[in-house]
């Protein structure tokens, strides 16, 4: 989730947002491997009720044991039933027929398997008729090192064995009609070697010793009805931490080096359930809520219903010393995946072509949870961010609808991207500021209260929003869910307090255009004297809107809207004068964002944009340094290539933002959060694209202070100056941030030297640090991410492409299919024909599986930065010669 542009546009991000960005690609999207085979769609005449589990698992031998039995209605006779199954071995499966499901006829099935639909069909010698029945199922299968379904996670100590199911993996663990709608209750047991302990989405109800010597029986009450994606289980010697909230017992567990950094997130979730019985006005439905860190986790976490799991620094820090962007995403990932447990769990979307309803109201909401938890952290600031950064996102050539087509397991998991959860989450935030908070979350209760535990589509949304607010909700939400891409809102000048606003589709390529003819039904919110609002309807191409009196005229007050902004030059001219004095945070970092897009677009000179960024810089709001810093950063990425241009912009950023950065003095204990963010937002852009010589040599005394004792100095700069140190660093320094990854005790320490190694600018330290992330000793959830992290520089990325075409086969080797996919797509942040050409001919000699939309991103981004570097090279080299005074 997340606030920061890697999951959304491949190489905006400044450094300074760099650890961040890549803690909330795993957050944002957590959600299980994706594979290229063949779906089917299970009939629906067959509807699971109840399923009891009782799984065995063997951690040393890596396999594990099933007995299950489903209790199922049929809804008409028939001889054969067909469910999911994928990697699992049959033992004897048979059918009981009669009143409800018992005394009556045992009927032993015959089992066909289809591996590539995922399936197994249960043949009976004789028609079974309609009502109840039951299937007992005796089946085994391995524990896998996938990191999907029931699977191994290891640390160097021992394994564990957990799950992740989401989307389509619970049929791995026991056969199961394995689709969201296919709601049921569960029993689960689980039989564990004597000194570990299990874990599952509800409490223990009894611990008994045996079957077998060295073995205890636990078992689990009974879930309330559920899809199967969120059940769970995991067996280790896992240690707690103990809390609670509105009388619901609260647990953080974690291996046991590592349990004592749960705290931090067990005063969240505290907080949180509490926010969430009271925002919604349902109570928190289970019995008992589990957080819990695992070593080994393909994505950033999973809303498993009572039992959420998480990558271990999505979960587990120590707030003494961990920077404040890390305890941002952490507190973050925790409110989005508590949310689930409402939007998601409780009531769950119908199909997974309706993902956003959990995804996007998930992250809408964590946003609100975290901002009651921390408001000194000025989260709206950061959600305006978020909004800017999806807006790029939606204005690729290559996008989609919020509700698209979703059918085979590939298409559902392209569905977990950015357009899911931060456009979706962007679209309510707007309905909301048209509506009303209050009047929004009494939709949100008609809609909760009226499917609970049952399933629900698009439309039962906004109708309830409709009929709580008797506003047209459901156009506004239909054009923008439906609908790729965003609009455009061109202001006329105010004349007699009226405006012309016309809409088009908008592109970052201004040679890229729509297929056809579009309009959105938006709210149109200009700002207006006091600090209020006047919102309309625009949904036609062009209207004439009323203009409220107001100091300046803004098309997107509080930056709300889901769309980008163009004016008059006249009305413009007064917005760039008045930014610091006239627009909030909110506004400015929304103008910003629109600003740089309309330059990328041709629709602006680009010394336009570079001119409001040097009005902010003062400002004192990190999220506001951070839009023109990030803009800067594209353009150091994107559009300059010669040393003269390297030159000139580094005088440019260091003449800038220097002085501001020095104004604010060294680190203090009294710094408020957003000072000390800004200090390190100001100290990476002079670093990293200033290279100013002071502040290089800061950055190296304070990363070796850092690495020595991370409580030594601010964490927050602490964690900037590694990064910038990392990008002038030698060998010396590479070989101490390759110990530190190795063998620190603080995690969050030893994740951020291990991807501080791919910032080295010397090409020989980039092979290095590649040929360590692919030789056993990186956690394949972190390997391809590693090597991605290589493509999004420049200065880098050469020597990642000869790594990887070089070392192709020990790459893919440490891939999840899902890390793949990041890869592929990082591809992305070269800018040459060449590249592209090589690009695309070398993943049609080495396939990734279920990359399709990830390379069409890569080639059209590449193509995007092409066309951005010849419109505005001359015009950014001319533009900063006269600012530096060499012309």
């Known amino acids: 989730m997340r606030n920061h542009p890697w999951p959304f546009t491949v190489n905006t991000a400044g450094i300074g947002k760099r650890a961040a960005s890549i803690l909330l690609l795993l957050a944002a999207f957590a959600f299980g491997a994706s594979r290229p085979a063949a779906a089917q769609r299970l009939s629906g005449t067959v509807v699971p009720q109840h399923y009891a589990l009782r799984l065995t698992p063997n951690i040393p031998a890596a396999t594990f044991a099933g007995d299950e039995t489903i209790a199922v209605t049929l809804r008409q006779p028939m001889d054969a039933i067909t469910l999911n199954a994928a990697e699992l071995h049959f033992g004897p499966v048979t059918a009981q027929v009669g009143a409800n499901g018992g005394a009556g006829?045992?009927?032993?099935?015959?089992?066909?398997?289809?591996?590539?639909?995922?399936?197994?069909?249960?043949?009976?010698?004789?028609?079974?008729?309609?009502?109840?029945?039951?299937?007992?199922?005796?089946?085994?299968?391995?524990?896998?090192?996938?990191?999907?379904?029931?699977?191994?996670?290891?640390?160097?100590?021992?394994?564990?064995?957990v799950t992740q199911f989401e989307p389509t993996d619970a049929r791995r663990?026991?056969?199961?009609?394995?689709?969201?709608?296919?709601?049921?209750?569960f029993n689960v047991t689980l039989v564990v070697a004597k000194g570990d302990t299990a874990i599952s989405n509800t409490n223990i109800v009894s611990d008994t010793a045996g079957p077998a010597a060295g073995e205890h029986t636990i078992r689990f009450a009974r879930t309330p009805k559920m899809s199967t994606y969120l059940v769970a289980f995991l067996v280790g010697d896992f240690q707690c931490l103990s809390g609670s909230s509105d009388g619901v017992p609260i647990r953080v567990c974690a291996t046991p080096s590592h349990v004592q950094d749960g705290a931090f997130a067990l005063s969240a979730a505290e907080f949180f359930l509490h926010y969430y019985d009271n925002y919604f006005g349902i109570q928190y439905p289970m019995p008992k809520l589990d957080l819990i860190g695992i070593p080994d986790f393909e994505a950033g976490a999973m809303e498993n219903f009572g039992a959420i799991t998480y990558r271990e620094r999505l979960l587990l820090l120590n707030a003494k010393t961990a920077p404040l962007d890390t305890q941002k995403a952490v507190a973050t990932d925790i409110a989005h995946e508590m949310a689930h447990q409402w939007f998601g769990d409780m009531v769950t979307m119908n199909w997974w072509d309706n993902i956003w309803l959990n995804e996007g109201f998930a992250t809408w909401m964590q946003s609100k949870a975290v901002a009651a938890w921390k408001p000194e952290w000025k989260i709206p600031q950061q959600v305006a961010d978020e909004m800017n950064n999806t807006l790029n996102l939606d204005a690729r050539s290559v996008t989609r609808a919020i509700q698209a087509k979703a059918d085979t397991p590939a298409e559902i998991n392209e569905m977990f991207d950015g357009i899911t959860y931060y456009k979706a989450a962007a679209v309510l935030s707007m309905v909301e500021n048209y509506l009303g908070p209050q009047t929004f979350r009494s939709g949100i209760h008609a809609y909760l209260e009226a499917h609970m535990y049952g399933n629900a589509t698009a439309q039962d949304f906004w109708n309830a929003q409709t009929a709580v607010s008797h506003k047209p909700v459901d156009k506004i939400m239909e054009s923008l869910v439906t609908q790729?891409?965003?609009?455009?809102?061109?202001?006329?000048?105010?004349?007699?307090?009226?405006?012309?606003?016309?809409?088009?589709?908008?592109?970052?390529?201004?040679?890229?255009?729509?297929?056809?003819?579009?309009?959105?039904?938006?709210?149109?919110?200009m700002k207006k004297n006091g600090g209020g609002a006047e919102c309309q309807l625009l949904s036609n191409r062009g209207a004439t809107l009323k203009a409220p009196a107001a100091a300046v005229f803004y098309g997107n007050a509080g930056g709300k809207g889901y769309y980008r902004s163009r004016y008059s030059p006249a009305e413009y001219a007064k917005l760039a004068a008045s930014v610091e004095t006239e627009l909030t945070p909110e506004e400015r970092i929304s103008l910003l964002g629109s600003e740089w897009a309309l330059t990328r677009a041709e629709k602006t000179d680009i010394g336009d944009f570079l001119n409001l960024a040097s009005a902010v810089k003062d400002d004192s709001s990190p999220y506001v340094v951070d839009t023109a810093a990030s803009a800067i950063s594209d353009m150091n990425q994107r559009i300059v290539s010669t040393?003269?241009?390297?030159?000139?912009?580094?005088?440019?950023?260091?003449?800038?933002?220097?002085?501001?950065?020095?104004?604010?003095?060294?680190?203090?204990?009294?710094?408020?959060?957003?000072?000390?963010?800004?200090?390190?937002?100001?100290?990476a852009i002079v670093g990293s694209i200033g290279g100013a010589p002071g502040v290089l040599a800061q950055a190296k005394q304070l990363a070796d202070e850092y690495l020595q004792n991370p409580s030594s100095v601010d964490p927050t700069l602490g964690a900037i100056a590694l990064e910038v140190a990392a990008q002038n660093g030698d060998e010396l320094f590479f070989d101490k941030l390759l110990r530190v990854s190795e063998t620190a005790a603080n995690q969050q320490l030893r994740s951020q030297a291990l991807y501080a190694l791919t910032l080295f600018r010397d090409p020989s330290?980039?092979?290095?640090?590649?040929?360590?992330?692919?030789?056993?000793?990186?956690?394949?959830?972190?390997?391809?991410?590693?090597?991605?992290?290589?493509?999004?520089?420049?200065?880098?990325?050469?020597?990642?492409?000869?790594?990887?075409?070089?070392?192709?086969?020990?790459?893919?080797?440490?891939?999840?299919i899902t890390t793949g996919e990041y890869l592929v797509e990082a591809t992305g942040n070269f800018c040459s024909a060449e590249r592209r050409s090589q690009v695309t001919a070398f993943f049609a000699q080495h396939p990734v599986a279920a990359s399709a939309s990830s390379l069409a991103h890569a080639q059209s981004e590449i193509g995007d930065c092409i066309e951005l570097r010849a419109a505005q090279a001359d015009n950014l080299r001319q533009w900063l010669r006269s600012a530096v005074g060499t012309e």
């Open 173 to 185: 663990a026991f056969p199961s009609f394995d689709e969201p709608a296919m709601k049921a209750t």
């Open 765 to 816: 330290l980039t092979e290095r640090a590649l040929e360590y992330a692919v030789s056993g000793k990186v956690r394949n959830q972190d390997a391809a991410l590693l090597i991605a992290d290589a493509f999004r520089y420049r200065r880098t990325q050469d020597a990642a492409w000869r790594f990887l075409q070089t070392h192709w086969a020990q790459a893919h080797a440490q891939m999840t």
């Open 484 to 525: 790729p891409g965003e609009p455009l809102l061109t202001f006329g000048a105010v004349q007699g307090g009226k405006a012309h606003v016309g809409q088009q589709r908008f592109f970052l390529n201004p040679k890229t255009h729509a297929g056809g003819e579009q309009t959105w039904t938006v709210p149109v919110c």
């Open 643 to 683: 040393p003269e241009e390297d030159r000139l912009l580094a005088e440019w950023v260091g003449k800038t933002f220097g002085p501001p950065l020095a104004r604010l003095g060294k680190p203090s204990a009294s710094d408020t959060p957003e000072k000390k963010e800004l200090r390190a937002e100001l100290f």
């Open 105 to 161: 006829k045992t009927l032993t099935a015959r089992v066909t398997l289809d591996a590539a639909k995922e399936q197994a069909t249960f043949h009976f010698p004789q028609t079974l008729p309609a009502g109840p029945a039951s299937l007992k199922i005796k089946y085994s299968g391995t524990l896998n090192n996938e990191l999907r379904g029931f699977y191994l996670s290891k640390t160097s100590q021992r394994n564990y064995a």
